[in-house]
T-cell receptor
Framework: GAVVSQHPSRVICKSGTSVKIECRSLDFQATTMFWYRQFPKQSLMLMATSNEGSKATYEQGVEKDKFLINHASLTLSTLTVTSAHPEDSSFYIC????????????FGDGTRLSIL | GIQVEQSPPDLILQEGANSTLRCNFSDSVNNLQWFHQNPWGQLINLFYIPSGTKQNGRLSATTVATERYSLLYISSSQTTDSGVYFCAVERDGGFKTIFGAGTRLFVKA
């Protein structure tokens, strides 16, 4: 079946650094990918829609300058958390689908980000 | 936007018991999926079920799209079934997947 690969699985870094998370669709072309954030014991909240070759669409309340999204190819989207602070510590998950009716979304395994 | 409500929020079962988890949604949907999130955070896709009934071993799911709800049945529960179960929907006419708050299940040995 379709697979979405997310890397890295875990990151621990100092406050003020920028962290890049990659999301790849391994066996299909994904014109659109999605980025989610999950705080402990909470649900997944959609952050943004990543569109290949154009700007990402951010959900209300998500800072686009804080969470930079690049979707340079049909198989790769990246999320960069810029100047990360402890409150950015969270679990980030991406998803991709074939963007057609009756096609499921496939999720990466997530990235656990810890900012010290 | 579309609202997704899951019940119950928490559930404790004795091993071997059966359970039913419910997902209500407020608008027409293209797609509905049930996931199990394991302790490492991985989302395990259980069912892709925009309508109808499916079964996979001890698990089965039914979605009644016209009445805007879906049910996940777990039979003969095992301790390894513990975790959080999420219902996620794609709104009709759009491709964003929106998650419910989840049901946190604990199965006691």
């Amino acid at each position: 079946g379709a697979v979405v690969s997310q890397h890295p699985s875990r990151v621990i870094c100092k406050s003020g650094t920028s962290v890049k998370i990659e999301c790849r669709s391994l066996d299909f072309q994904a014109t659109t990918m999605f980025w989610y954030r999950q705080f402990p014991k909470q649900s997944l909240m959609l952050m943004a829609t990543s569109n290949e070759g154009s700007k990402a669409t951010y959900e209300q309340g998500v800072e686009k300058d804080k969470f930079l999204i690049n979707h340079a190819s049909l198989t790769l989207s990246t999320l960069t958390v810029t100047s990360a602070h402890p409150e950015d510590s969270s679990f980030y998950i991406c998803s991709a689908g074939k963007m057609a009716v009756n096609q499921p979304q496939h999720f990466g395994d997530g990235t656990r980000l810890s900012i010290l | 936007g579309i609202q997704v409500e899951q019940s119950p929020p928490d559930l404790i079962l004795q091993e071997g018991a059966n359970s039913t988890l419910r997902c209500n949604f407020s608008d027409s949907v293209n797609n509905l999926q049930w996931f199990h999130q394991n302790p490492w955070g991985q989302l395990i896709n259980l069912f892709y079920i925009p309508s109808g009934t499916k079964q996979n071993g001890r698990l089965s799911a039914t979605t009644v799209a016209t009445e805007r709800y879906s049910l996940l049945y777990i039979s003969s529960s095992q301790t390894t079934d513990s975790g959080v179960y999420f219902c996620a929907v794609e709104r009709d006419g759009g491709f964003k997947t929106i998650f419910g708050a989840g049901t946190r299940l604990f199965v006691k040995a």
